[in-house]
Structures are given as C-alpha cells and as structure tokens.
C-alpha cells in the first residue's frame, strides 16, 4: 500500500511539473538565436575532398572589406578547421554541415590553413 502511495505521488509530481508555467505562453524554448551581421557578408565553401585540394580548399584568395563577416560552411564529409597563421580567428573543429563565422576588421592579409588539415591552406586580404 506504501508503494502505491509513492507511486501515486510521484505521478501526481510529474503531472505538476509537466503542466507548470514558465511565462512564455506555450512558446517554444532552446537557445537564442544570433542576430543577422549588421555589416558586409563572405562565405567560403569547404567543397568535398577539401583535405587534397591544398590552396584550392577554401576557394583562395578571398578579399573583403574591413568589418565583414566572413561564413565558412563544411560541405566535405569529414572535420576540418579555418585557423589564421597569426591567431585572428580559430574555429575549432567544423563539422560537415557545420559553418564557422568571423567578424575581420583589422585590415591587412591573413593567411590561414586547417590544423587538421595542414596542407589545406588560404589568404584573406582585408581592405
């Protein structure tokens, strides 16, 4: 009979909690969405094969201006990095399907390479 009471509780707990309010009316919760970049956009394609491709990897060189935010999407199957030679940017590791985005606003040109795959390399001139 004791269980059936500590059953019966537990139910009625889960109930409450499942059914309690958190002031958003029903609208769905998760992580905030990043605001739109308010400046000039570039997007690199990391194509299939990326690994073998060397200079042709990132689809160099890119120029862009001062305050862009540059987006690398991982078309590949496999990880891969966009890291600056002078420490500008790191992504840490891109998964396939995965994008990283860097806002550039010193000017000046950066060569950049993945640590995964050293031989993938690229240059961005910043205007």
């Not at 059936?4 to 029903?26: E, F, P, Q």
Request: proline content about 9%; charged content about 5%.
């Amino acid at each position: 009979m004791r269980v059936l009471g500590v059953l019966a509780l537990t139910g009625l707990m889960v109930t409450l909690v499942g059914c309690s309010s958190n002031g958003n009316s029903g609208a769905a919760t998760g992580p905030t969405p990043m605001p739109a970049p308010n400046g000039p956009t570039a997007a690199v394609t990391i194509p299939s094969d990326a690994s073998v491709l060397g200079s042709a990897a990132f689809g160099n060189p890119l120029a862009v201006a001062a305050g862009t935010t540059v987006t690398w999407t991982n078309n590949d199957s496999i990880p891969h990095t966009s890291t600056s030679n002078s420490g500008a940017w790191n992504s840490g590791t891109i998964e396939p399907g995965s994008s990283f985005s860097a806002v550039l606003s010193t000017k000046g040109t950066f060569p950049y390479h993945c640590t995964i795959h050293p031989g993938m390399m690229g240059t961005i001139t910043v205007q």
